[in-house]
């Protein structure tokens, strides 16, 4: 086997918000990637909109950095994917470490391995990748870096490494200076010794294999992601494995069916920092994008015209959590800004979706224009939604459910390993949240700092609507993640939402008069002047059941002046729901609908005379 010296592919692996994509843009500005009078901007491997809102990665992307060594040697180009690091994107993840020959597992230097730390090592574990261990914010006050050393050594013992990956380098940094170092500092300081990024460069170059082909072999590519582009249309990125690649050669398409289609590649891009630029030939290890097959799809492989030989298919873990999502059919459907309210324009973008997502899996159900999407967790999906929301999509969408397995002809529901850290004194309010989720404790550390760290097992279920309860019980102190751990036997009826809704029983203005009236029942989540229809959930009752309300109702004007006609009284505020808080908040028998403007929760059944009706069959049977 030959390797080109000249290359290096690695992922840049981490729980949320650990420093992943500080980290790149860091090796991105020493590497001279910026243009000397280019805008300066923070996270700028985090292109979409959301991404930025939310603080985190959502799509794997790739970069690369050329690396010019201190002594002169000759250069190199690394190429960087940067991987999401919450665990409903963990297809992202997958993928992107089809393409590389080695992994940086990025760790907070306070908060240590975390569950999604657990989930992307597992993966690159088990892909048989060598692994550079970066303790990462080695500067925050809070700073515990042997502790963390020694919790992220049981953390490979625990997947079961074996000697060659538990011998790892470790490389002390603080991402947002852009500083590294291989001597660990005291903790809460920045390493003294070192004033760039340079030991992690060189850690990169030793450790890291070089891409490895065989001489002559024949080509072949793996298309590991697609983007698209508006005068190239869609791009296909690829690794070649072996041999070489050209643009307007002729090569072996090999579908996922097996079939074969000789096709011309139009235009060859390889990326050069944050662009891509035209290329004319690649070979063994580079990472291309190629155009001229309008039809390709993720896992397929480009072989050679006159040899074609496939590559496997990329697998990715099943899905554990479901929701319908339809066209919008409520009273207000497409009244305001919303474009595509139809059941063919919501299914053609249900399978775009599909294109590029290889976590999603749709379903059709028994209505024609409902859809049963299946992914990762519900922040997948709702970031889904979200997205068709700012597309000018209106539509329904289910609460989420889990996607249930029988195993020996029993059902099995998946369950997450839930990490929970919060101050000490809220640990008998969230043992008791958990304890009515039929979750079990697995192990509870007390650092002596006033805080604890708690990992649970729970069934999937049980966390589906559990974060606002979290933090209403925690006063927004406590920071909970979870991951797909297992698959076990059904756990039963489990105890979710312990208060009803406050139903609108007509259609109409919410009035201030009325809202007056109505909030010692429960907290509003509409302002006055907002228009409602029969069955839209307005608020949320204190007790368990649900009550119809006529909240549209008006004051009665009379010529009798009241002695306390001048006195006013203070409506309060309501809580305004984003799209995950509403997902949450639905019932079985709810439903959110989504339009560009508004997210409102209503009922399935809007008639009242319906739902009392289903209720007293339920009562009866």
């Known amino acids: 086997m030959q390797t080109r010296s000249d290359l290096r592919n690695v992922a840049i692996v981490a729980h949320v918000d650990h420093g992943k994509t500080t980290l790149v843009d860091a090796m991105l500005r020493q590497s001279g990637a910026f243009h000397a009078r280019a805008e300066q901007v923070d996270r700028v491997m985090d292109s979409m909109d959301l991404e930025r809102e939310k603080g985190i990665t959502i799509l794997a992307k790739n970069t690369a950095v050329r690396y010019v060594p201190a002594d002169g040697s000759a250069p190199t180009t690394i190429n960087i994917i940067d991987t999401p690091g919450h665990a409903d994107f963990g297809g992202e993840v997958e993928r992107g470490l089809t393409m590389v020959d080695g992994v940086v597992l990025l760790v907070d230097a306070s908060e240590g391995p975390l569950p999604q730390t657990r989930f992307v090592l597992r993966k690159a574990l088990k892909a048989r990748l060598p692994i550079i261990l970066v303790i990462n914010k080695v500067d925050r006050p809070d700073a515990r870096i042997k502790e963390v050393i020694d919790e992220t050594y049981e953390l490979f013992l625990d997947l079961d490494a074996d000697e060659h990956q538990i011998e790892f380098p470790i490389v002390y940094a603080c991402a947002r200076d852009g500083v590294a170092s291989l001597s660990q500092p005291e903790d809460g300081t920045v390493p003294a010794d070192s004033n760039d990024l340079q030991p992690l460069f060189q ?95 993720i896992g397929e492989t480009l072989a050679d015209a006159e040899n074609p030989v496939a590559l496997p298919l990329i697998t990715v873990d099943e899905p554990a959590i479901s929701m319908t999502i339809g066209t919008n059919n409520s009273p207000l459907a497409g009244k305001v800004k919303g474009t595509k309210v139809t059941a063919r324009l919501v299914k053609d973008r249900l399978d775009r979706e599909m294109i590029g997502n290889v976590s999603l899996r749709i379903l059709p159900t028994e209505r024609p224009d409902t859809w049963e999407v299946q992914g990762r967790g519900e922040l997948a999906l709702a970031i889904l939604v979200e997205q068709m929301r700012r597309e000018g999509y209106e539509l329904t969408v289910g609460k989420p459910q889990v996607v249930t397995r029988e195993v020996d002809g029993k059902i099995h529901e998946p369950v997450e390993r839930l990490t929970i850290d919060a101050p000490e004194e809220y640990l008998g309010a969230i043992t008791q949240l958990l304890a009515t989720r039929k979750g079990r404790m697995e192990q509870m550390v007390n650092h002596g700092t006033g805080w604890i760290r708690m990992e649970w097992l729970v069934p999937a279920r049980g966390l589906i609507g559990f974060r606002t309860e979290f933090l209403t019980d925690t006063r927004g102190t406590g920071i909970l993640h979870h991951v797909f751990e297992k698959y076990e036997p059904w756990f039963g009826e489990l105890r979710m939402r312990a208060t009803g809704s406050l139903v609108a029983d007509r259609a109409g203005v919410a009035t201030p008069f009325a809202m007056m009236n109505l909030q010692e029942r429960g907290s509003m989540f509409i302002e006055p002047t907002t228009e409602v229809y029969e069955g839209m959930i307005v608020g949320e009752n204190s007790r368990a059941d649900d009550m119809d309300v006529n909240i549209t109702k008006e004051k009665k004007l009379t010529n009798m002046r009241s002695s306390a006609a001048d006195e006013t009284e203070k409506l309060i505020p309501p809580r305004k729901l984003t799209l995950e808080q509403a997902l949450e908040f639905c019932r079985e028998d709810e439903c959110v609908e989504v339009t560009p403007t508004a997210v409102r929760i209503r009922k399935v059944m809007l008639d009242q005379k319906d739902r009392e009706r289903v209720a007293r069959k339920r009562a009866h049977a």
């Open 203 to 297: 850690t990169l170059l030793s450790t890291i294999p070089a891409p490895s082909y065989t001489e002559g072999a024949p080509l072949q590519a793996h298309v590991t992601n697609l983007d698209a582009s508006p005068f190239l249309g869609r791009l296909a990125l690829c690794r070649v494995r072996e041999g070489r690649i050209r643009k307007g050669q002729t090569v072996a398409w090999i579908r996922t069916d097996g079939t074969v289609q000789n096709v011309r590649i139009s235009e060859l891009l390889m990326t050069q920092g944050l662009e891509r630029k035209p290329a004319e030939e690649a070979g063994p290890g580079d990472i291309i994008a190629l155009a001229g097959i309008p039809e390709i799809m």
